[in-house]
């Protein structure tokens, strides 16, 4: 696993369910995305995930339900010219700080 800190910076209660930040950083990006299950935050199932790329890296960041991953993404050209984003693929290099908030029990 690549994630090497998670920081929770506190907890809200918004009924019966807790909202937590969490600060993420990842240091060498694994092809398919990097684990980050309800237990890496302290619950037992997440509602909802929001991921942000908190650093000038120009990745982007994306929650992966099925697969309980964060994955990365870059922008890039495609062959019809326009702007796309394309999953990040290989691992060495790819670094980023994540800024992240899920909701659930």
Do not use: C, W
């Amino acid at each position: 696993m690549a994630i090497d800190k998670v920081d929770l910076e506190g907890t809200e209660f918004a009924g019966a369910m807790k909202v937590r930040f969490a600060d993420v950083d990842i240091s060498d990006y694994s092809a398919g995305g990097e684990t980050f299950d309800p237990s890496d935050a302290g619950m037992h199932r997440y509602q909802f995930v929001q991921a942000n790329v908190a650093d000038d890296s120009g990745l982007t960041a994306h929650y992966d339900r099925a697969n309980e991953t964060i994955r990365l993404y870059q922008q890039t050209d495609t062959d019809e010219g326009g702007a796309g984003d394309q999953e990040l693929t290989e691992a060495v290099g790819a670094a980023a700080t994540l800024s992240i908030m899920v909701m659930g029990r």
